[in-house]
């Protein structure tokens, strides 16, 4: 790229998530840029806002937005998940799961490797079945299992026989995960969703956190399928939810 063509994309790329940041300003978590992030997963500012009954999930980055994917694998056994994720203190019955089944999280996914999504058709090719690749919503439940690792966390599993309580756009995977179809939004240094809800109180009672991290599909395609292996960074620094929704 040419110098100066470089230098006014970045001044525009600065302005850009300068803008970003003055309009939250005063609101959400903010967290110090960190250098041994890479920038595509360095949570600058984290904010979950509503209006009427439709709750705003935002994150801000030092670096361009979703600019950094999993390289494909070839196969489902151990390929990775990047993610940038809201965990909150919601119920996960307010989103159809059982109640007080996990730390219910909303999450912004990519990885190439399989489709999560078998209701909705992100690229636009006719097909349901090729979309991990596109960044895309979920919802999911999480609990700590040392199986993934030393304090580390896993999407919970769905024994063999139960039939727990689940959205109607479960995507047919044996852990509590939800595809509801919500497109996110990357603008720079920026990626929101809208999300809708019937009990937009519930929303707005909740708090919440901010977290980058990478999952990884277990070798043994077994439980636990989905755990947490590499945390990027967490906004409030330790996970303590300190974020109120509209403030």
Known sequence: MHRKTFLIAAACLGSCAAGALAADAGTGLTSRTSRAVQAPFDIVHTR????????????TVSGRAGASRPARSGK????????YVWPTSLDPAVVGFEPKAGILAFAVTAHPDF???????????????NDGNVWH????????????GKDALKVVDIPAGSKPRLPKTWPGLPILIDS?????????????????????G??????????????????????????VVNVFKVASGDLSLPGKVNR
């Open 202 to 227: 519930a929303v707005e009672s909740g708090a919440f956190d901010g977290v980058t991290a990478a999952l990884r599909v277990n070798a043994s395609v077994h439980s636990p399928l989905l755990c």
């Open 137 to 148: 919503s979920h919802w999911v439940v999480l609990q700590p299992d040392a199986a993934c």
């Open 76 to 83: 489902l056994a151990g390929s990775k998940v990047f993610s």
């Open 115 to 129: 489709d999560d999504t078998p209701l909705f058709d992100e690229n636009g090719d006719g097909r349901l079945d």
């Open 48 to 59: 979950i806002s509503t209006q009427g009954q439709v709750a705003t999930f935002r994150m």
């Open 180 to 200: 509801p179809g919500w497109s996110p939004t990357l603008k720079g240094r920026t990626l929101e969703v809208r999300v809708p809800f019937d009990d937009i």
